[in-house]
């Protein structure tokens, strides 16, 4: 392990009142296990947890808050001692003392199964999920072997990273003007991620500052702009240039690709094809009787309009899903007056400071504690996996309340109805119409924030919930069914995204000409291990069918299915073959599996009507395996799974 080399000196300078009051701030299960990594203080290891909420399950934190206050005591008299030995060099401490070390700070144990994912978790080696070479690859086999990424979002920008870092002639295209997907398309009022920040930045990004606990869409494009930036790779990327088609050349060994940018149409002959492309970047507008007569801005959620002044404006806003219930409660002070049409209401999970940006002394922490940000990133991706969150998606069997999916689920249920009953219970008529008719945890879980979200919004006189059908689009505004014409300046779409339209509109063509359209007809998208499809050589999706992690994060997802997508790339380079594709028995039995566990998730239960479920009643986008699962099958895949030419 290598020390902390940084002098830091901020802390040199620091006075006993500055250290006390930033620690104040520290998480103390983080505090926890970084002590007892740096110390091996017994006393700190002893310190007794117990479960409490967190989020939408339940997870280990200290028994008794007390004991937080002894936690920061320790801290300070080691950061006093390390400030006034002039705050240099601190080695990590032992390596074979980190399992425990983070055993403490997630508050159980640690398997031993598990300890390589978690021990990249923590972010020691930001390269951790690099491709190694195992042997120095023929300069002139590395020369001929190009790869394209398509989409320069979350995965298509770490995708650059590791190619350039693998020395893999690459390039990058992108249909935007700029880096960062969906957040540089989703720029509404209130639009920011679910997921907690520090599991939403790459292993290298451990030392970018955050904004809040929970950044906004500005600060994560932000982040994406620092990676094209950082890394230098924007001579990389074309943007404004969309895939057109891909067609599979098997004598060529090659991928025969179609784009188009504002000069007209290319094509691109690239060895491999890596999509990053996402799910959710296509919007779904619906299509409304007279939406063409309507005089005002209608326009969808991703398509916000950079010039829009919503003074004094009457908006409607069609849909309620995550983005309508972040979006509303901004909206509302914005606009003269909000109309929310919901057909369908989703259950709620407070989370305080949902919405707050950080204090200044969170980042003193990050910069002036060493190995302290490792920790803190370790626990919050513990708590996003499958010892805690995932938990809170298993349907139980023997389950006979109809109004839950096991008894997890009952309690979540019962939660969420105390947080409707003390935002609510002033008007049971709002309390009824806000009532989902499914189970919590079968549609998606909407984050909003304890002081201020959407109950609070539709309290107030400017905020109007409308529950009939739509029967069409106005002139001057919506009329719904039972024949009232709701006057409206602006109407707004807060309708979603083509979720199960993977690649959609691309064309792709596989080896005999095959179509994807062909291989997907019988129930929808489907991949093994979410990444690679029977009869489609070279071409790896990072965030295809079956990929959207509740166990885990969408980066970690990201960062090993693209290390397992370079690990192939390197065999073909070293071993000087042509392709590599995933046999068609290992996809289809890796669905049937696929299949059998997602029976036993909330999310199929038949209810709930949202992009969790498509056409043909299955998940297309959410993962039912643990993330545990998904690192070990693409860390160590079966070599009979794969057939290479």
Request: include cysteine.
């Amino acid at each position: 392990m290598h020390g902390s080399t940084t002098i830091r000196t901020e802390l040199r300078t620091a006075t006993d009142e500055t250290l006390d009051d930033a620690l104040e701030h520290a998480d103390p299960m983080a505090l926890r296990g970084w002590l007892y990594q740096l110390t091996g203080d017994e006393e700190v290891a002893a310190i007794p947890v117990a479960p409490f909420h967190a989020g939408v399950a339940e997870a280990m934190g200290l028994a008794d808050r007390r004991d937080a206050a002894l936690l920061r005591a320790k801290a300070a008299a080691f950061l006093r001692s390390y400030r006034d030995a002039g705050a240099g060099d601190l080695p990590i401490g032992p390596p074979e003392r980190l399992r425990r070390s983070m055993s403490l700070a997630a508050g159980q144990e640690v398997p031993e199964s598990e300890l390589e994912l978690w021990l990249e978790e923590l972010a020691l080696d930001p390269w951790a999920r690099s491709l190694r070479w195992p042997e120095e690859p023929p300069a002139e086999r590395l020369a001929g072997f190009s790869v394209l990424v398509i989409g320069a979002g979350l995965g298509g920008l770490n995708a650059a990273v590791q190619l350039e870092r693998a020395g893999i002639p690459f390039t990058v295209v992108e249909k935007n003007p700029g880096v960062g997907g969906t957040w540089h398309e989703n720029r509404y009022p209130g639009a920011r991620v679910d997921t907690p920040s520090r599991a939403y930045t790459h292993l290298y990004g451990l030392g970018y500052e955050y904004a809040g606990p929970f950044c906004e869409q500005a600060e994560n494009e932000k982040y994406f702009n620092w990676v094209a930036d950082t890394f230098d790779l924007r001579g990389d990327i074309a943007f404004d240039t969309e895939v057109v088609s891909a067609e599979w050349d098997e004598p060529g060994a090659c991928w025969v690709v179609r784009v188009r940018d504002p000069e007209g149409e290319r094509t691109l002959r690239p060895r491999a094809v890596i999509s990053a492309v996402g799910f959710l970047s296509r919007p779904n507008v619906p299509e409304l009787p007279g939406a063409e007569r309507f005089t005002g801005p209608a326009f969808h959620t991703a398509r916000w309009p950079a010039d829009l002044d919503l003074t004094g404006k009457r908006v409607a806003v069609i849909g309620s899903g995550c983005t309508s219930y972040q979006m509303v409660p901004e909206l509302a002070d914005l606009a003269g007056h909000v109309e929310l049409y919901q057909r369908t209401p989703q259950w709620v999970f407070d989370r305080p400071g949902y919405r707050s940006r950080y204090p200044g002394q969170v980042a003193w922490l990050d910069r002036n504690l060493p190995w302290y940000p490792h920790f803190l990133r370790f626990r919050t991706s513990w708590l996003t996996g499958p010892h805690v969150q995932s938990r809170a998606f298993d349907v139980d069997p023997e389950w006979t309340d109809p109004l839950s999916r096991s008894a997890m689920n009952a309690r979540i249920r019962e939660g969420r109805l105390e947080f409707m009953r003390r935002k609510l219970g002033s008007r049971p008529d709002l309390l009824e119409r806000m009532l989902p008719p499914h189970p919590p945890m079968s549609a998606r879980p909407v984050a909003v924030d304890s002081g201020y979200g959407i109950y609070d919004a539709l309290l107030r006189d400017d905020v109007t919930l409308v529950t009939e059908g739509i029967a069409g689009l106005t002139e001057r505004g919506i009329e719904t069914v039972d024949g009232e014409e709701h006057p409206a300046d602006v109407v707004v779409y807060a309708t979603g995204f083509r979720a199960n339209d993977f690649l959609w509109p691309m064309e792709i063509r596989g080896r005999d000409g095959r179509s994807l359209a062909d291989l997907w007809a019988e129930d929808g998208a489907r991949a093994w291990v979410g990444t690679m499809l029977p009869g489609f050589p070279n071409l790896f999706l990072l965030y295809g069918p079956n990929t959207n992690p509740f166990s885990l994060g969408v980066v970690t997802f990201s960062e090993i299915t693209t290390r397992f997508a370079l690990e192939r790339i390197a065999e073909l380079v070293l071993g000087d073959r042509r392709s590599v594709a995933v046999t068609p028995e290992a996809y289809r039995r890796y669905n049937r599996e696929l299949d059998e566990r997602e029976a036993l998730r909330t999310w199929s239960d038949p209810r709930a009507d949202n992009y969790y479920r498509n056409a043909h009643g299955r998940s297309a986008s959410n993962c039912p395996f643990e993330g545990t699962e998904i690192w070990e099958r693409l860390r160590h895949p079966d070599p009979t799974d794969l057939e290479v030419r």
